[in-house]
């Protein structure tokens, strides 16, 4: 069975780090895209970052450029994103999703794990 | 960066009807369009990917068509499940952008 499953979230004080992790189960991990995506409280879907299937290219979004940073490690079926600088309005949801072979959709997510930036 | 809108913002509909949802791209997408249906506390699912094709599992009362800079989703007979939150998402360029996404509730 394809599977994601988030880890790593949890309260974090506002200028403070996280880490999170995804791991990968029932697929070829190490073909596919990846990205992370966050819903905020109420909110709409917000695409975060991707990394391409080998970790030799990623993209961001502009707010979170310079403080996210997305990795993989192939050999271990993860995926990480390093979380720093942390801000109130970073307070989501946050779910790893493998991209399709084709299509370029996201066609597996995991649960999603909640990061929660407050004092 | 590409923005995406959607319409209507939420619609009230009766098992058995058609629905239509509308997306709006600003620019061309080369219809790299995917529709995804999201529950209430639930990940999304991916229901089409590059603007008209079906993914697999998926009932075929879910259709996507368009293209260009405007798409649409159709569920051709709803269904109780159906009753969810609906984004559209391009595929086109970084970043990745969802629209604001459409509720279809029970009329």
């Known amino acids: 069975e394809v599977q994601l499953e988030e880890s790593g979230g949890g309260l974090v004080q506002p200028g403070g780090s996280l880490r999170l992790s995804c791991a990968a189960s029932?697929?070829?991990?190490?073909?596919?895209?990846m990205n992370w995506v966050r819903q905020a409280p109420g909110k709409g879907l917000e695409w975060v970052a991707n990394?391409?299937?080998?970790?030799?290219?990623?993209s961001y979004l502009d707010s979170v450029k310079g403080r996210f940073t997305i990795s993989r490690d192939n050999a271990k079926n993860s995926l990480y994103l390093q979380m720093n600088s942390l801000r109130a309005e970073d307070t989501a949801v946050y779910y790893c999703a493998r991209a399709a072979l084709t299509g370029r959709g996201g066609d597996c997510w995991g649960q999603g794990t909640l990061v929660t930036v407050s004092s | 960066d590409i923005q995406m809108t959607q319409s209507p913002f939420s619609v009230s509909a009766s098992v058995g009807d058609r629905v239509t949802i509308t997306c709006r791209a600003s620019?061309?997408?080369?219809?790299?369009l995917n529709w995804y249906q999201q529950k209430p506390g639930k990940a999304p699912k991916l229901l089409t990917y590059a603007a008209s094709s079906l993914q697999s599992g998926v009932p075929s009362r879910f259709s996507g068509s368009g293209s260009g800079t405007d798409f649409t989703l159709t569920i051709s007979s709803l269904q109780p499940e159906d009753f969810a939150t609906y984004y559209c998402?391009?595929?086109?360029?970084?970043?990745?952008?969802f629209g604001p996404g459409t509720k279809v509730d029970i009329k």
């Open positions: 998402q391009q595929g086109n360029s970084s970043p990745f952008t």
């Open positions: 620019q061309g997408i080369n219809n790299w």
């Open positions: 029932g697929f070829a991990f190490s073909n596919h895209w």
């Open positions: 990394i391409k299937y080998d970790g030799s290219e990623t």
